[in-house]
T-cell receptor, first 115, second 113 residues
Framework: DAGVIQSPRHEVTEMGQEVTLRCKPI?????LFWYRQTMMRGLELLIY????????DSGMPEDRFSAKMPNASFSTLKIQPSEPRDSAVYFC?????????????FGPGTRLTVL | GQQVMQIPQYQHVQEGEDFTTYCNSS?????IQWYKQRPGGHPVFLIQ?????EVKKQKRLTFQFGEAKKNSSLHITATQTTDVGTYFC?????????????FGPGTRLSVLP
């Protein structure tokens, strides 16, 4: 199994630009999670999906952030417009069952830099 | 608010010394998971504890879940340079209308050869 796949691995953009991060979960996993990691705030859960349906988006910081999961094998996290404070590593993770009770498999992350 | 804390924030040890990180929650946890993140890497699942007072071992790593299910610890015996990384605990906190999975801030371990 290839594991969780994220693209791009690195993204550098200018303030105000739209950024789209992509994730392909492990096949057969029903749960997908988006996290943001910074030195100041650590690992933060932004949103998670169950069977492609968003379950809890209370961690999404602002309306500038949106996430979709159009099918079981693909999810996107979009930031529009991006700001320098959005600079972070964004991880996608997937799990067979509810991630709170089952192993979460993390992707390699996307390192986002907003200038 | 509800949160999961970890101490220490950083730990530097000489290779061969033991290491312990502690995880504490302000509220009872349904379970707790431990993850390790190598520098530049992504979190990797180590173990899950569910029962009050549970103790699990993985080679040189010993994990404990407190009797009140509000704290946990990870102990590494005779550290090696391969143990370098940040160790996170993550707890499942029950809310009235659902549940909340929260990561602690992590303990960064450095091992000097």
């Amino acid at each position: 199994d290839a594991g969780v796949i994220q693209s791009p691995r690195h993204e550098v953009t200018e303030m105000g630009q739209e950024v789209t991060l992509r994730c392909k979960p492990i096949s057969g996993h029903d749960y997908l999670f988006w996290y943001r990691q910074t030195m100041m705030r650590g690992l933060e859960l932004l949103i998670y999906f169950n069977n492609n349906v968003p379950i809890d988006d209370s961690g999404m910081p602002e309306d500038r952030f949106s996430a979709k999961m159009p099918n079981a094998s693909f999810s996107t996290l979009k930031i529009q417009p991006s700001e320098p404070r959005d600079s972070a590593v964004y991880f996608c993770a997937s799990s067979l069952a509810d991630g709170g009770t089952d192993t979460q498999y993390f992707g390699p992350g996307t390192r986002l830099t907003v200038l | 608010g509800q949160q999961v804390m970890q101490i220490p924030q950083y730990q530097h040890v000489q290779e061969g010394e033991d290491f312990t990180t502690y995880c504490n929650s302000s509220t009872t946890l349904s379970n707790i998971q431990w993850y390790k993140q190598r520098p530049g890497g992504h979190p990797v699942f180590l173990i899950q504890l569910v029962k009050s007072g549970e103790v699990k071992k993985q080679k040189r790593l010993t994990f404990q879940f407190g009797e009140a299910k509000k704290n946990s610890s990870l102990h590494i015996t005779a550290t090696q340079t391969t143990d370098v990384g940040t160790y996170f605990c993550a707890g499942l906190l029950m809310k009235p209308y659902g549940q909340n999975f929260v990561f602690g801030p992590g303990t960064r371990l450095s091992v000097l050869p």
